[in-house]
């Protein structure tokens, strides 16, 4: 019993704070957004806040459970965890009900369970169980091949259930391994791959290789001071990779993505403007934060939420209600807590004994990271609208447990922290 009262003192309650107050003002912010007169009472289970309200409460009893659960136990387990989600993503592709297009959701009549966010908390056991493992050895390519292949498995599963925005948020996991020295190389490529791709949608492809042979050329002649043949070597490969990848965006955009998310991609990048169709939700939520002001029109007093102009706002689009209602004020606020969340979770992570645990806390940081910078993102217009949540703020009983479960993990091996796992 004393142990146990001690390792309760060693809680991180700026983390379990900063968790509440985002859950708390997610609710505030579901109710505002679904807002009836008619079914305004708070206890009322038939409306979104009411059921959002019994996920909240079922998401605290699992995380007082996880401060009860030995981190050495969920440690050992951590592929078998990894395994039993798996199948679950497997069984998940033929008993899964069409939702949204996609084919993610398990309808237990009672509750309808999303495998993809539990998926994630997963991974980041079993890759960090494994990266705990091999030492310095996971720089060796048999082994970045199997972590790799401990992310894809995961995130190939969740793409065949149409769930392109839950998929790539499993690229979250590339970021914890250059805090264990992977190249900067990789995360250069990626952007220029992204680059890439946009500038194939907007410029001739012909102008654009021209470019970057000029480019290639410039930095031969400028920046190496001994060329050597194995240096006009590395360039040609280079820019023959960048045409081949330039010339396959076409195929990509047209017969790889879904017609919607064509739609969607046109109407960021400018190519076309369709208010009433793919770029809707984008502009009524533009115009909801923009209305907002600084100190935004008070609470349950937003005329774009009443009006139910922007769809799924109690969802995906959650962020323009904090626009509309809490104006700028209220957007900084919420942004800020987040923002501290990261950071104060990276520095939790950089004092554990345990790799395992500095790795998953790593995990942890940067999931939350991508989830916040892409419903944000798509929410203000900066990045394609692919719907995910916002975590522990969007309405969902599934993303809300998966979200806490991922959390209070790292807050109960926190609380052990000098314990080698």
């Known amino acids: 019993m004393n142990r146990m009262y001690q390792e309760k003192l060693k809680i991180d309650w700026i983390a379990v704070g900063l968790w509440a107050f985002l859950v708390v003002f997610g609710w505030l912010n579901i109710y505002a957004a679904t807002y009836n007169e008619e079914q305004a009472a708070v206890f009322d289970l038939a409306t979104f806040h009411g059921k959002q309200l019994l996920w909240i409460a079922g998401a605290a009893v699992v995380a007082v459970l996880l401060m009860f659960t030995e981190p050495r ?4 387990t951590s592929y078998v965890i990894y395994g039993v989600v798996l199948a679950l993503l497997v069984v998940t592709l033929f008993i899964a009900t069409v939702s949204h297009g996609g084919k993610s959701w398990i309808d237990l009549g009672f509750f309808r369970l999303q495998p993809s966010e539990f998926a994630k908390f997963a991974t980041a056991l079993a890759l960090s169980k494994y990266m705990s493992t091999i030492g310095v050895e996971w720089k060796q390519t048999g082994t970045k091949v199997v972590a790799a292949a401990i992310v894809l498995i995961p995130m190939a599963l969740v793409f065949l259930q149409h769930d392109t925005g839950s998929a790539l948020v ?22 220029a ?20 042979a000029v480019l290639a050329a410039a930095y031969l002649f400028i920046w190496l001071n001994k060329r050597t043949s194995r240096d006009w070597w590395r360039v040609a490969a280079v820019l023959v990779c960048c045409a081949l990848f330039v010339f396959s965006v076409d195929f990509v955009f047209n017969k790889v993505l879904e017609p919607h998310q064509r739609e969607r991609i046109d ?13 809707y939700n984008v502009h009524q939520s533009k115009i909801a934060i923009g209305s907002g002001g600084v100190a935004g029109k008070g609470f349950l007093r937003g005329t774009v939420t009443k009006a139910d102009f922007v769809p799924e706002q109690h969802t995906d689009f959650i962020f323009c209600t904090v626009g509309e209602e809490w104006g700028w004020v209220g957007c900084t606020a919420l942004v800020g807590a987040y923002v501290w969340l990261l950071v104060h979770l990276i520095s939790m992570a950089e004092r554990q004994r345990s790799r395992y645990a500095r790795f998953y806390g790593y995990c942890v940081a940067s999931i939350l990271f991508v989830h916040l910078f892409v419903n944000v993102g798509m929410v203000i217009g900066l990045v394609p609208v692919i719907g995910i949540p916002l975590p522990f703020f969007s309405y969902g009983g599934s993303s809300l447990i998966a ?4 959390l209070f993990l790292f807050i109960r091996q926190d609380a052990n922290k000098n314990q080698l796992l």
């Open 73 to 76: 136990v969920v440690s050992n």
């Open 170 to 191: 499993f690229l979250a996991f590339v970021l914890p391994l250059f805090r264990e020295g992977l190249s900067g190389v990789i995360l250069i490529v990626g952007v």
């Open 193 to 212: 791959a992204v680059a890439l791709f946009v500038l194939a949608l907007l410029v001739n492809k012909y102008i654009l290789l021209g470019a970057l």
């Open 403 to 406: 979200f806490t479960i991922l």
């Open 267 to 279: 109407v960021l990048l400018g190519k076309s403007e369709d208010l009433q169709g793919a770029g």
